[in-house]
């Protein structure tokens, strides 16, 4: 791999399945400037970019790697967990569905509460008569 730019790419590609947001948010880089490096409008990454992409607890890239290019990409591959994505999206789906859940049973009281309220103002109109 030829440059720390495509090195970079190739981890939001591999760990991130291309999503730039989410590589920039959890290195806590802005996008724009995660984008002007893969698309190559920066000829690299500033030490304290690269030093924040080393410092990612969940990817533990090798930074001989990442600076130069050789060795493998991630330390010691057999001691860590590859960064999984899914877990994640597993988890917001998760927290999506126990939030609809929520919104419709307030839906339903509200539903309730409306109806209850309309029963009282006919029954008031009613004695009002």
């Known amino acids: 791999m030829d440059s720390i730019n495509k090195r970079i790419q190739l981890i939001i590609d591999q760990y991130y399945n291309g999503n730039v947001t989410a590589f920039s948010r959890e290195v806590g880089v802005t996008q724009s400037t995660i984008r002007d490096i893969v698309s190559g409008r920066k000829n690299s990454p500033s030490s304290g970019t690269i030093e924040k992409i080393l410092n990612v607890n969940t990817l533990i890239i090798n930074s001989n790697w990442l600076l130069t290019g050789k060795g493998e990409m991630l330390k010691d591959e057999d001691k860590i967990e590859k960064h999984d994505p899914g877990g994640m999206i597993d988890y917001r789906d998760d927290l999506i569905k126990s939030l609809k859940g929520q919104v419709k049973l ?7 509460y409306e109806s209850e309220k309309q029963s009282s103002e006919n029954g008031q109109k009613r004695k009002a008569s």
């Open 106 to 112: 307030l839906e339903d009281k509200l539903e309730k």
